[in-house]
């Protein structure tokens, strides 16, 4: 079965999810888009580009790395797929690059994005950067506080950083903003949106530039444990994008169980976690439908997660159509599970996580799976942003 890289269909559906749900103003550029796109992710000529920053530049391929002590305490084999590795910290890189590049190859003259934690603006203003683009990030102004020096780096990297203060001041606000600007500058512009979420062709454009992860770690697997393959591969999903480019090697293969996993929050009361998949309902939100947080009106809920990255109401379309089919499955893992995934690995590897990972491991702690496992896990970044969040919540100074 192939079926991440034969769905979406022509309208952009993953089954009943996904699509465009925008402004008329916007359709053009959508089309625009997924027609470029169709030709140049098999144009060798924009490959070749590609293949060739990401080794020189983002450092690929990331290593994958036995975690020896934590799979001897868990009594299983687990093996971290080290995007934590790559230039800039995480994942991100991968598709800000690629989209960097696109809007290049569009003649595109100007970049904007959003970010919430600041990761993704990092990653697009570095993109920005080495290219010459210039540079608009969005950000809501509660997350210019609390991620002060990521606002730093992009505006040393030359971006220009704009708070935004409309409704909670985070994320979902700051994909507004940019939809909104995108709207009125859209011949001179891309947005360069930051997950496998929006409209069509976002969706697939963010899983096929992140699919690298798990082109790269089905071998590297392979590789280390003479042409095994995994029995479990496990990633945290916010938006689903580090989840997507693991999977997607992976979907469909009989005994090889996928496993997103959610940020869960302080408790599961709507407004205190981000578990969209595990406890939302279909609905639309940046132009597509999937699972979706929202209350008994339909009104789109706050969110809470420890980690900034996972801190969103909605998910990507092929999640949800994933998990509907029954290809993949989610579970969600608390905060405190964060917190103890973040000091576990971090003890017992010499790898300080992301909180966002962390959740993963945090999970793991609590032994849900067979003794025996074999565990791939996207380590989708490192943990150097959140240690005044961790310090903070384990009152360790
Ligand atoms: C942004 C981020 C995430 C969440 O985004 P996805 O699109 O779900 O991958 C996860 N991990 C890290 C390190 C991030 O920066």
Same mark, same amino acid.
């Given at each position: ?121 990092? =990653?697009?203003?570095?993109?920005? @950067?080495?290219? $010459?683009? +210039?540079?608009?990030?969005?950000? #809501?102004? /509660?997350?210019?506080? !609390? ?95 580090? =989840?997507?480019?693991?999977?997607? @090697?992976?979907? $469909?293969? +009989?005994?090889?169980?996928?496993? #997103?996993? /959610?940020?869960?929050? !302080? ?104 003794? $025996? ?25």
């Amino acid at each position: 079965m192939t079926i991440a890289t034969t769905l979406p269909d022509a309208r952009g559906r993953f089954g009943t999810y996904g699509g465009r749900y925008v402004p008329e103003v916007l359709i053009p550029a959508l089309d625009e888009l997924a027609e470029a796109w169709a030709e140049l992710r098999a144009d060798a000529g924009f490959r070749a580009e590609l293949a060739r920053l990401s080794e020189t530049f983002v450092g690929r391929p990331t290593p994958m790395t036995r975690a020896d002590r934590l799979s001897a305490r868990l009594g299983y084999e687990i093996w971290l797929k080290r995007e934590d590795l790559a230039h800039t910290g995480a994942h991100k890189i991968n598709n800000a690059l690629g989209q960097a590049l696109l809007a290049k190859r569009l003649g595109k003259e100007r970049i904007i994005a959003e970010t919430g934690a600041g990761m993704h603006g990092v =990653a697009t203003a570095t993109a920005c @950067a080495l290219l $010459g683009l +210039p540079c608009v990030v969005y950000m #809501g102004e /509660e997350d210019t506080r !609390r991620q002060a020096p990521n606002v730093s780096r992009m505006e040393l990297l030359g971006a220009e950083v704009v708070p935004v203060t409309a409704g909670s001041r985070t994320l979902k606000e700051a994909v507004n903003e940019a939809l909104r600007d995108w709207a009125a500058s859209v011949r001179t512009t891309h947005y360069i949106i930051g997950s496998v979420v929006g409209p069509h062709p976002f969706p697939v454009l963010v899983r096929d530039l992140q699919r690298v992860i798990g082109d790269e770690a089905r071998p590297q697997f392979s590789g280390a444990t003479g042409g095994a393959d995994p029995d479990v591969v496990t990633a945290c999903v916010g938006g689903g994008s580090n =989840a997507i480019g693991m999977f997607t @090697a992976f979907v $469909g293969t +009989p005994g090889i169980r996928l496993i #997103g996993v /959610e940020a869960g929050g !302080r408790g599961s009361r709507l407004g205190e976690h981000c578990s969209s998949l595990t406890q939302g309902h279909p609905g639309i939100l940046h132009g597509a439908m999937s699972y979706l947080l929202q209350d008994d009106d339909g009104q789109v809920a706050r969110t809470h997660s420890i980690s900034a990255g996972l801190d969103y109401p909605g998910v990507g379309p092929e999640h949800a159509y994933l998990r509907d089919a029954g290809l993949a499955e989610y579970v969600s893992a608390s905060d405190e599970d964060a917190l103890d995934g973040f000091q576990a690995l971090s003890g017992s590897e010499g790898i300080i996580p992301a909180l966002e990972p962390a959740h993963v491991i945090g999970w793991l702690l609590h032994r849900p799976l067979e003794p $025996g496992t074999s565990v791939l896990v996207c380590l989708s970044g490192r943990g150097d942003k959140d240690l005044d969040t961790v310090r903070a919540s384990l009152r360790i100074s």
